[in-house]
T-cell receptor, first 113, second 110 residues
Framework: DTEVTQTPKHLVMGMTNKKSLKCEQH?????MYWYKQKAKKPPELMFV???????INESVPSRFSPECPNSSLLNLHLHALQPEDSALYLC????????????FGNGTRLTVT | QKEVEQDPGPLSVPEGAIVSLNCTYS??????FMWYRQYSRKGPELLMY????GNKEDGRFTAQVDKSSKYISLFIRDSQPSDSATYLC??????????FGAGTILRVKS
């Protein structure tokens, strides 16, 4: 079991749907991250929150909208996705932004039909 | 040239072998070095974290960082079939995002 919990584990959605991915950590970490991972590729950074404020947005399309309600929770709101957005979406947390090791959840496997 | 180079493999070894996984990098500012193991359909699991140069050992795993050569290694002793996974190196410098290698697929055959 990981200390970063992601729900749901699997998600299938149509291109007109709105859905949300959720992430929770209870390690007291101050930085939280969203990554996207395609098959046989390394994780690709999407967003970083540090002390609950958006620190980095890697020019992600606006159909992905992150939210950090508190220091333990991170959401990713999805709307009008494309089939090419199908991937494993990983949440991670660390004590400090990038200089301390990232701890990943097991991800949400998203399929867009 | 990529900032971090890692041979994607696959690397196949017999059970009990010593495995050596490596990454080279070009950015001399990197100070924080990590190794992750990722099983199929799971998230990356942190194996080793090293700051600056030197060796670090944890059970069957040893991480080495040679900053003068811009080269990091992960050694796995007495490899087991359960070690079969993708191994990702990752590194960063202060104030900058983590850069991952491509990942090496390891297969340990019983």
């Amino acid at each position: 079991d990981t200390e970063v919990t992601q729900t749901p584990k699997h998600l299938v959605m149509g291109m007109t749907n709105k859905k949300s991915l959720k992430c929770e950590q209870h390690m007291g970490h101050r930085a939280m991250y969203w990554y996207k991972q395609k098959a046989k590729k390394p994780p690709e950074l999407m967003f970083v929150y540090s002390y609950e404020k958006l620190s980095i947005n890697e020019s992600v399309p606006s159909r992905f909208s992150p939210e950090c309600p508190n220091s333990s929770l991170l959401n990713l709101h999805l709307h009008a996705l494309q089939p090419e957005d199908s991937a494993l979406y990983l949440c991670a947390s660390s004590q400090w932004e990038f200089v301390s090791p990232l701890h990943f959840g097991n991800g949400t496997r998203l399929t867009v039909t | 040239q990529k900032e971090v180079e890692q041979d994607p493999g696959p690397l196949s070894v017999p059970e009990g072998a010593i495995v050596s996984l490596n990454c080279t990098y070009s950015n001399s500012a990197f100070q924080y070095f990590m190794w992750y193991r990722q099983y199929s359909r799971k998230g990356p699991e942190l194996l080793m974290y090293t700051y600056s140069s030197g060796n670090k050992e944890d059970g069957r795993f040893t991480a080495q960082v040679d900053k003068s050569s811009k080269y990091i290694s992960l050694f796995i002793r007495d490899s087991q079939p359960s070690d079969s996974a993708t191994y990702l190196c990752a590194m960063s410098s202060y104030g900058n995002k983590l850069v991952f290698g491509a990942g090496t697929i390891l297969r340990v055959k019983s």
